[in-house]
């Protein structure tokens, strides 16, 4: 079974940084995507950003230039940097993965963590 476990969510100030840290567990062989997707009261789930196992990125137009995702294909973790965060920010973000396969060969399609808090305000 493919668990993931995020980390890092919390109160900032407008202007700020945070950093996101998913981690990946459960005998994995290989993890196609990771990414991040955050869900603001009131609104739909939508998607922050994503990279995949070689390297290539996609970021939300309202997050480029501010955040930057990565990961560590050795730890099968993925990480979101959080620069000058901005109120309309606040949401709780979810790490996701698509395609996982672990050591038994089995393959789970897509994979959501239990979501952290990240609150921007004054």
């Known amino acids: 079974q493919v668990q993931l476990v995020e980390s890092g969510g919390g109160l900032v100030q407008p202007g700020g940084s945070l950093r996101l840290s998913c981690a990946a567990s459960?005998?994995?062989?290989?993890?196609?995507?990771m990414g991040w997707y955050r869900q603001a009261p009131g609104k739909q789930r939508e998607l922050v950003a994503v990279?995949?196992?070689?390297?290539?990125?996609n970021h939300a137009d309202s997050v480029k230039g501010r955040f930057t995702i990565s990961r560590d294909n050795a730890k099968n973790t993925v990480y979101l940097q959080m620069n000058s965060l901005k109120p309309e920010d606040t949401a709780v973000y979810y790490c996701n993965t698509k395609v996982v396969i672990t050591s038994t060969l089995h393959s789970y399609p897509e994979v959501w963590g239990q979501g952290t808090l990240v609150t921007v305000s004054s």
């Open positions: 459960g005998s994995i062989l290989s993890i196609h995507a």
């Open positions: 990279i995949t196992s070689g390297g290539s990125t």
